[in-house]
């Protein structure tokens, strides 16, 4: 429990009205609740409030419309981190389960927090400050950096999807020697699988998040802070860039390279390379995003237009005859 005047202080705003008492932070539906404090910061969230009466609301400017206490703050929705921290801090749980199978060649730096049912294999490293949780799939000779997230059932390092058709039609493998290089403060979702190259290393870059179920394929290298989200995947041998993001279900072709700084709205399938700084939308790859939106909504319009077409030419059929 602590004071609005308090919770002020400690993310480094104002309070306006009344020092109350808080216990809880919620949603701004449950804005009403005794000893609840809500972020306002969003239009969204402001829309929800209408009609309601919080004990306590958080906002990035004042509302005096508002009749309960304000915290005002500057950090915008950043400041959401700050709150969950503070009103639901994590319990340490650093430690090796001891029904994780970790070979003795793999090598674990300091205060890593590994789950049951975890596999680490041979001379697999894993750094300072991350955890493993449970299922979590760590092939032989794969590297994780120090401060990396990766939640339950990932795959890191199984073998890259690569096959060569012989002269008698059989597909035969294509042995995949190569591992895993995860670099510090990457985040990865649940069901994520990332394959190991075939010689070299799949990379994926410093402070990169994987959202769950996201497919990395061999040789792939994406660069820093990059975020893909739910269900995308990269073919073989492409590049991203830093900065890149894939939205829900984006998909990019093997040998493609993605510049920095570019978004891939959700569904789109890029198969040509991008320049940074683009915004993509469209299935396979179609344009700058305004463009294709504007195609779009002139496609949704498609049935009307073809209408008044119709009735165009009837009119002008009767302009022909008289």
């Known amino acids: 429990m602590l004071t609005a005047k308090e919770l002020a202080e400690k993310i480094g705003g104002r309070l306006v009205g009344t020092d109350v008492q808080l216990t809880a932070l919620v949603e701004a539906a449950d804005c009403a609740r005794p000893g609840s404090v809500c972020l306002a910061v969003l239009r969204k969230a402001l829309d929800e409030l209408k009609g309601r009466t919080p ?19 500057d950090k915008g929705k950043e400041v959401l981190i700050e709150l969950l921290e503070i009103f639901f801090p994590e319990q340490p749980t650093a430690g090796v389960s001891d029904r994780a199978f970790i070979d003795p060649s793999a090598a674990l730096g300091r205060n890593v927090t590994v789950y049951p049912l975890v596999y680490i294999g041979a001379r697999a490293r894993i750094g300072d400050n991350t955890i493993l949780y449970p299922g979590v799939v760590v092939y032989a000779g794969c590297v994780v950096g120090r401060d990396c997230i990766i939640q339950a059932n990932a795959v890191i390092g199984a073998d890259g999807f690569g096959y060569v058709q012989d002269k008698t039609g059989r597909q035969v493998k294509v042995p995949q020697r190569g591992n895993v290089l995860i670099e510090d403060g990457v985040e990865i979702g649940a069901n994520t699988s990332i394959d190991r190259a075939t010689l070299s290393s799949t990379i994926i870059g410093q402070g990169t998040k994987l959202d769950n179920k996201v497919h990395v394929a061999h040789n792939v290298r994406i660069g820093r802070n990059c975020v893909l989200a739910g269900g995308a995947s990269v073919a073989g041998s492409s590049t991203l860039g830093d900065n890149v993001v894939l939205a829900g279900n984006a998909g990019v072709g093997d040998n493609i390279t993605i510049g920095s700084n570019t978004v891939i709205f959700a569904a789109t399938s890029v198969l040509r390379d991008i320049p940074p700084n683009s915004k993509i939308y469209g299935t396979p790859t179609a344009d700058e995003y305004g463009s294709a939106m504007r195609r779009r909504a002139l496609y949704n319009k498609l049935p009307e237009l073809n209408s008044r077409l119709k009735e165009l030419e009837k009119h002008l059929r009767l302009a022909d005859w008289q």
């Open 55 to 73: 004990h306590c609301v958080i906002l990035n400017k004042d509302l005096p419309e508002l009749a309960c206490p304000r915290i005002i703050t």
